[in-house]
């Protein structure tokens, strides 16, 4: 499993921009249990943003982010999106797409995206 993110940039405050994360699965049957959004910033833990788990009827957002950020998926694509709207200067930061997929070859799996860089300017 291989996780591709794009969309990352430097925007103004009060910007937007939408992240994108979509998995290459080598295997014909698979589930994602999980799909969502990390960031980190220089020295700080990473945090998780906002996350899918399950088909979709349970999402959750960080405090930070709530009524600014939407997370979605294409199960089609096997992508997961993060539109971030209203963006302040400290959402900067390095996000993460990140999944957790079940196989029956392999069962569930944690799986990173190589991260990408969000800079707000204030």
């Known amino acids: 499993v291989q996780l591709q993110a794009s969309g990352g940039g430097l925007v103004q405050a009060g910007g937007s921009l939408r992240l994108s994360c979509t998995a290459s699965?080598?295997?014909?049957?698979?589930?994602?249990?999980?799909m969502g959004w990390y960031r980190q910033t220089p020295g700080e833990q990473r945090e998780a943003v906002a996350r899918i788990i399950g088909s979709g009827e349970n999402i959750k957002y960080a405090d930070s982010v709530k009524g600014r950020f939407t997370i979605s998926r294409d199960n089609a694509k096997n992508t997961v999106y993060l539109q971030m709207n209203s963006l302040e200067p400290e959402d900067t930061a390095v996000y993460f797409c990140n999944v957790n997929i079940w196989t029956p070859q392999r069962g569930s799996l944690d799986v990173w995206g190589q991260g990408t860089q969000v800079t707000v300017s204030s």
């Open positions: 699965v080598s295997e014909t049957r698979f589930i994602f249990n999980i």
